[in-house]
């Protein structure tokens, strides 16, 4: 039997769990700084894939790949460009493995981060942006995944150019996800100035199957955005991945407060503001996702 789309699957009426941190879950395992994390999934594939069946065994139905930082011009800090499509879909593949050993309907929706060039600042250009998103979402998709997961943006062209990417060159589901932070006054906004709102129409106007906000929050701050998002796209599925909560520096090593049972709390009030996904990102643990599921049940 084929396995639902995401979409579907919200539209059935089902609230899904996602994963939660990779980055803090790949340092625990030894990642060093300045060390390459996207190398892991060629280098040391068993721990690589051991995060994505943690996520699965705590009740997530979705977990991404270790490809954040998978583009090639990400990649270029490392000298290893010419490598990104054999790291992606090798992340793609050990996360869709556990999908697979997990059982049941599970999916991968694997991601796709910022590529740190700006068309503002003429870094970069449009064809060479969609060149390198082209080149990462193939990859992916021939590795297992189910949805591509363009995160963490701010800059609409750049999200916008990742999204069309995705649609045009994979039969994948796309998800397009910004981080804001609360300004003075009051409202959220990107590092580029782009409202939930603006983000919201914009990723749907480009493609996007479910549009969303990750990072830079913790759950309480996110259901204000989700109602921003869900204002202006009342019927497109909306997914979370919140930190757990605002980071603190504590001896040059930042800590995030929030407990499982501090974020399982916010659930109820993320689903009534619109989220239909709800996941974690900086700080989250698999224990993070297992209170949320819990508190979903």
């Given at each position: ?54 996520y699965f065994a705590a009740g997530a139905d979705m977990v991404q790949s270790n490809t954040f930082g998978a583009s090639s011009f990400k990649l270029e800090h490392y000298n290893l460009e010419t ?215």
């Amino acid at each position: 039997m084929a396995k639902q789309k995401l979409v579907d699957a919200v539209k059935g009426g089902r609230v899904l769990i996602s994963d939660g941190a990779w980055g803090t879950f790949l340092q625990k395992k030894g990642l060093k700084p300045g060390e390459c994390p996207e190398l892991w999934s060629a280098e040391r594939p068993a721990e690589v894939k051991e995060i994505a069946r943690s996520y699965f065994a705590a009740g997530a139905d979705m977990v991404q790949s270790n490809t954040f930082g998978a583009s090639s011009f990400k990649l270029e800090h490392y000298n290893l460009e010419t490598r990104a499509a054999e790291l992606n879909t090798a992340a793609a593949c050990l996360s869709a493995e556990a999908a697979v050993e997990a059982g049941g309907e599970r999916w991968v929706i694997a991601s796709v981060g910022p590529t740190g060039k700006m068309l503002l600042m003429g870094d970069v250009t449009e064809e060479e942006l969609y060149a390198a998103f082209k080149e990462q979402v193939i990859a992916l998709e021939k590795g297992g995944a189910d949805a591509i997961c363009v995160e963490t943006m701010s800059a609409l062209d750049e999200a916008t150019l990742a999204v069309k990417a995705a649609k045009e060159n994979t039969g994948c589901e796309v998800i397009a996800t910004f981080t804001f932070e609360k300004t003075v006054h009051n409202n959220y906004r990107t590092m580029m100035g782009v409202s939930p709102e603006q983000a919201a129409a914009e990723m749907i106007a480009a493609g996007a199957d479910i549009i969303g906000t990750n990072c830079g929050n913790g759950m309480e701050r996110m259901v204000e955005i989700v109602k921003a998002m869900r204002s202006v796209a009342p019927e497109v599925p909306i997914l979370v991945h919140a930190n757990a909560g605002l980071p603190k520096n504590v001896d040059g090593v930042d800590q995030f407060p929030e407990t499982p049972e501090d974020m399982a709390r916010q659930v109820s009030g993320l689903i009534a503001a619109g989220a239909n996904i709800i996941g974690g990102c900086c700080g989250t643990t698999p224990a993070h996702i297992q209170a949320l599921k819990g508190a979903l049940r």
